[in-house]
Nanobody
Framework: EVQLVESGGGLVQPGGSLRLTCTAS????????MTWLRQIPGKASEWVSS????????TYTDSVKGRFTLSRDNAKSTLYLQMNSLKSEDTAVYYC?????RGQGTQVTVSS
């Protein structure tokens, strides 16, 4: 059974940092491009970042470039999203996923 479990979300002030973690199981993690999406209730989900299977190439949506860093540890089947200089507009539920699968999400709230 495929499982994707996100963690690390929370409430942070503008300018603060969070690191999201996605722990994967039930599939060969090291062979898939992994992705983070985010969604505000009532709106369509937004692609945030992806990383290739080897972890050598990460791509980002323009709004997070220079602030977010995506990495992975294939030995641990774990994906990380380091989020710095957070803004209120980063507030959303963040999901990790691959293909058509995604986890249950973790809430990130940026507010003073």
């Amino acid at each position: 059974e495929v499982q994707l479990v996100e963690s690390g979300g929370g409430l942070v002030q503008p300018g603060g940092s969070l690191r999201l973690t996605c722990t994967a199981s039930g599939f060969d993690f090291s062979t898939y491009t992994m992705t983070w999406l985010r969604q505000i209730p009532g709106k369509a989900s937004e692609w945030v970042s992806s990383i290739n299977p080897k972890g050598t190439i990460a791509t980002y949506t323009d709004s997070v470039k220079g602030r977010f860093t995506l990495s992975r540890d294939n030995a641990k089947s774990t994906l990380y999203l380091q989020m710095n200089s957070l803004k209120s507009e980063d507030t959303a539920v963040y999901y990790c996923g691959y293909a058509a699968n995604r986890g249950q999400g973790t809430q990130v709230t940026v507010s003073s």
